[in-house]
C-alpha cells in the first residue's frame, strides 16, 4: 500500500505560480511512477505529467508543457509539481497518483491515488 497526500493548492491570479507536492507513506515510493492528473467539474480525469521512478524521464501534456515542471525527492518521499504562467483553463482538482506498471498516461494504469488539492486561477 502507497498512501499519497497532496497539498499546495489553492486560488491564483492568472500569470501566477503554484507547488504543489505529493507526500508518500507506506511502501517504497521510490519502486513507483508518479502522476499528476487534473479534473474540472464536468470534465473527465486528464493526465497532466508524468516522472519515472528514478526522476530521470518526464513527460506533460501538451497543455501544460514549458509551464508545469515535475519533480521528486525519493529520500523525502515527495513529488512536487511546480506550476507557473497558470491560466484560468488550468482551474481544477489536481491529484497525484502512483504508478508500478510501465503504462503512465491513463488513470486506470495507477494503483493509489491521493484525495486531491483544488488549483483555482482567476483571470
Known amino acids: 500500500q502507497v498512501q499519497l497526500v497532496e497539498s499546495g493548492g489553492g486560488l491564483v491570479q492568472a500569470g501566477g505560480s503554484l507547488r504543489l507536492s505529493c507526500a508518500a507513506s507506506g511502501r517504497t515510493f521510490s519502486s513507483y511512477t508518479i502522476g499528476w492528473f487534473r479534473q474540472a467539474p464536468g470534465k473527465e480525469r486528464e493526465f497532466v505529467a508524468v516522472?519515472?521512478?528514478?526522476?530521470?524521464?518526464?513527460d506533460y501534456a501538451d497543455s501544460v508543457t514549458g509551464r508545469f515542471t515535475l519533480s521528486r525527492d525519493n529520500a523525502k518521499n515527495t513529488a512536487y509539481l511546480q506550476m507557473n504562467s497558470l491560466k484560468p483553463e488550468d482551474t481544477a482538482a489536481y491529484y497525484c497518483a502512483a504508478a508500478g506498471g510501465g503504462s503512465w498516461y491513463r488513470p486506470s494504469d495507477y494503483d493509489y491515488w491521493g484525495q486531491g488539492t483544488q488549483v483555482t486561477v482567476s483571470s
Open positions: 516522472i519515472s521512478w528514478s526522476g530521470g524521464i518526464t
